[in-house]
């Protein structure tokens, strides 16, 4: 939180945050001539000094995300997806906080920003709303790669559905063949013929093999 009044700026953060980000503000350029406002607007900018790279990096995090997904590599995926979505959500959040500090100031402190400082501050305004710009695209992106994998989970499923069919119809027509002998009527010929049994063998093997041809030809 920050207080400003006249060529004062009161900087109100914890110690090690606030030591950190001044440190960042004097390495710009000196400030013994420049006033609050060229200040503020220095302090605003260290504030997203690192977005570019950090977004960068988020994207690099998503790819590899998604090159494992298409390598069939699944595991934890929810879990590091979930942890992803949220730092983009965050870091969204941070920069439609920024924008709508700076229009504000704009707006509202034009007797306290000079003419160059209320230039930086459009400025600096500007950068927040493409840095902005560059986390939604990512979000997209991040949604695209969650559609990525229910789609591979789909086709995972297809292939199982397809093994079980395909088994499914192979063990009909001997089902069938065996819930017929199976009857044992009186009058079966079949069932007091030597080679009934060797008989029926072979064209349970026959079916099964000519189901098997269609199969791998369809």
């Not at 700026?9 to 004097?26: C, I, W």
């Not at 969204?92 to 709508?100: H, I, K, V």
């Not at 500090?101 to 209320?118: M, V």
């Amino acid at each position: 939180a920050f207080v400003w009044q006249g060529s004062n700026v009161l900087l109100v953060a914890p110690q090690e945050t606030g030591a950190a980000l001044l440190a960042q503000v004097l390495a710009m350029r000196p400030h013994d001539q420049g006033g609050a406002g060229d200040f503020l607007v220095d302090l605003l900018t260290a504030l997203i000094q690192d977005g570019l790279p950090y977004i960068q990096q988020l994207e690099e995090r998503a790819a590899q995300l998604e090159q494992e997904i298409l390598a069939g590599r699944t595991d934890r995926f929810i879990h590091r997806m979930s942890a992803l979505r949220k730092e983009l959500n965050r870091c969204n959040r941070f920069y439609a906080q920024l924008n709508d500090l700076a229009d504000t100031l704009l707006e509202n402190a034009e007797d306290l920003l000079g003419p160059e400082s209320a230039q930086r501050m459009g400025h600096f305004g500007r950068r927040v709303e493409s840095l902005r710009a560059e986390s939604q695209m990512l979000r997209e992106y991040a949604s695209q790669i969650a559609s990525e994998y229910q789609a591979q989970i789909d086709i995972g499923q297809n292939r199982i559905m397809k093994v079980l069919t395909v088994v499914t119809t192979l063990c009909l027509p001997l089902s069938l063949i065996a819930g017929w002998y199976g009857m044992n009527f009186e009058y079966m010929k079949e069932l007091h013929w030597k080679y009934g049994y060797p008989l029926l063998f072979g064209i349970s093997v026959l079916v099964v093999g000519i189901l098997c041809i269609i199969f791998k030809k369809k």
